[in-house]
């Protein structure tokens, strides 16, 4: 049987580039990149070369740039980092690496989200107190894809004379990102085609930050332990594959992703669109299927050869709605019929195709089993 993967947002597959990459490294380039002698040099450069490929599409210089383990922990380094004894603002959708770190923080405030689920810029001004320290609100959101006004949000920050932090983990590869919009940036390499285990946290220079691990002074001090190079090289080589061929297949993957929204859209009734209307990452659709539960059409989707999700990855096994669909004024049962399928570079429109059939068959025979749905 065929296994189509449709949940990209989860995780992508380590591209042939990046393998290519980063397998001498692990084999030749084992040297400690703290090291003085020529194997620890020569790590020392790949390291180097690698933050200054991710400085590049982020816009900001290469000493700017701190490897971490992936996005969870960047966005925990900038957040405690930064705001650990303060007030924090940020978002009712934010990813749990984000909103579980602001629950550390001193005090913290959550802003609400429209129906579409975009932040209102004056909702953050508002929030603002004199003990605020750090604004986060992420870049785009995982479960919607939905963009958030973050260049509205950096200004009310500068103004205010605050750190802004955006989590901009499903941004990179998806739209532009340029850090210059924040002080502080995370992106993660597993969702741009490297592996797991490696990511980074765009520092502005002038950002005040504690580190938030111990040990000796790695990367400008800010993250103690010894650097995965063959991590860091591979994240660069993902980033170099954004930077030449990215724009090209975001504009591939969005008409495979309009095509999947207006086929489901004409074949399949009672369905909608969470987040619809507003501006959007490519690749990324949450659609609402009335009165079927989203587990058993997960399941249902599985079995017939395609992987989709219900939800974000970390919270699966939860019976718990997601917080984002019920942050955007879904009930708990419309939370608990929508899915969300996020396309990558192997999706074909063969293969959407094939998604679309499955999706009008599962939703159909899950509806006939549902009585209340009639």
Request: charge should be negative; glycine fraction near 10%.
């Given at each position: 049987?065929?296994?189509?993967?449709?949940?990209?947002?989860?995780?992508?597959?380590?591209?042939?580039?990046?393998?290519?990459?980063?397998?001498?490294?692990?084999?030749?380039?084992?040297?400690?990149?703290?090291?003085?002698?020529?194997?620890?040099?020569?790590?020392?450069?790949?390291?180097?070369?690698?933050?200054?490929?991710?400085?590049?599409?982020?816009?900001?210089?290469?000493?700017?740039?701190?490897?971490?383990?992936?996005?969870?922990?960047?966005?925990?380094?900038?957040?405690?980092?930064?705001?650990?004894?303060?007030?924090?603002?940020?978002?009712?959708?934010?990813?749990?690496?984000?909103?579980?770190?602001?629950?550390?923080?001193?005090?913290?405030?959550?802003?609400?989200?429209?129906?579409?689920?975009?932040?209102?810029?004056?909702?953050?001004?508002?929030?603002?107190?004199?003990?605020?320290?750090?604004?986060?609100?992420?870049?785009?959101?995982?479960?919607?894809?939905?963009?958030?006004?973050?260049?509205?949000?950096?200004?009310?920050?500068?103004?205010?004379?605050?750190?802004?932090?955006?989590?901009?983990?499903?941004?990179?590869?998806?739209?532009?990102?340029?850090?210059?919009?924040?002080?502080?940036?995370?992106?993660?390499?597993?969702?741009?085609?490297?592996?797991?285990?490696?990511?980074?946290?765009?520092?502005?220079?002038?950002?005040?930050?504690?580190?938030?691990?111990?040990?000796?002074?790695h990367e400008r001090g800010f993250r103690a332990g010894t650097e995965n190079v063959a991590?860091?090289?591979?994240?660069?080589?993902?980033?170099?594959?954004?930077?030449?061929?990215?724009?090209?297949?975001?504009?591939?993957?969005?008409?495979?992703?309009?095509?999947?929204?207006?086929?489901?859209?004409?074949?399949?009734?009672?369905?909608?669109?969470?987040?619809?209307?507003?501006?959007?990452?490519?690749?990324?659709?949450?659609?609402?299927?009335?009165?079927?539960?989203?587990?058993?059409?997960?399941?249902?989707?599985?079995?017939?050869?395609?992987?989709?999700?219900?939800?974000?990855?970390?919270?699966?096994?939860?019976?718990?709605?997601?917080?984002?669909?019920?942050?955007?004024?879904?009930?708990?049962?419309?939370?608990?019929?929508?899915?969300?399928?996020?396309?990558?570079?192997?999706?074909?429109?063969?293969?959407?195709?094939?998604?679309?059939?499955?999706?009008?068959?599962?939703?159909?025979?899950?509806?006939?089993?549902?009585?209340?749905?009639?």
């Open positions: 049987m065929h296994h189509y993967y449709f949940d990209h947002n989860a995780t992508t597959p380590v591209s042939a580039e990046v393998l290519e990459a980063m397998l001498p490294v692990l084999t030749e380039v084992y040297g400690n990149a703290s090291s003085i002698h020529y194997f620890g040099q020569m790590a020392r450069q790949k390291l180097d070369a690698a933050r200054r490929t991710v400085a590049a599409m982020l816009g900001g210089s290469a000493e700017e740039i701190v490897f971490t383990s992936g996005g969870t922990e960047a966005d925990n380094l900038a957040v405690l980092g930064v705001a650990q004894d303060g007030h924090v603002i940020t978002t009712a959708i934010e990813h749990p690496a984000v909103l579980a770190a602001t629950g550390e923080c001193a005090s913290m405030t959550a802003v609400r989200v429209d129906g579409r689920g975009m932040v209102d810029p004056d909702e953050i001004r508002r929030a603002l107190r004199p003990g605020t320290r750090l604004i986060s609100v992420m870049h785009a959101n995982n479960e919607l894809g939905v963009v958030q006004p973050i260049d509205e949000i950096a200004k009310i920050a500068q103004e205010a004379g605050v750190a802004f932090h955006s989590d901009g983990v499903q941004a990179a590869g998806k739209i532009p990102v340029r850090a210059a919009a924040a002080d502080l940036y995370s992106i993660s390499g597993h969702k741009i085609y490297a592996p797991k285990g490696i990511g980074a946290l765009f520092v502005r220079k002038e950002t005040k930050i504690a580190p938030r691990s111990y040990g000796g002074h991590g860091a090289v591979a994240l660069g080589r993902a980033v170099q594959w954004v930077l030449d061929s990215g724009a090209a297949e975001q504009a591939r993957e969005a008409a495979l992703r309009d095509h999947l929204e207006q086929a489901i859209a004409d074949r399949v009734a009672d369905t909608h669109v969470n987040g619809a209307g507003a501006p959007r990452t490519a690749n990324t659709t949450n659609i609402r299927f009335d009165g079927v539960d989203s587990d058993a059409l997960l399941i249902a989707l599985d079995l017939r050869g395609f992987a989709v999700s219900s939800g974000a990855a970390c919270s699966s096994g939860a019976t718990e709605p997601s917080h984002v669909l019920l942050a955007i004024g879904l009930t708990r049962p419309q939370a608990r019929s929508s899915i969300r399928f996020s396309l990558g570079r192997a999706n074909s429109i063969e293969q959407v195709d094939a998604l679309i059939g499955a999706v009008a068959d599962a939703v159909a025979h899950l509806r006939k089993l549902a009585p209340a749905y009639a």
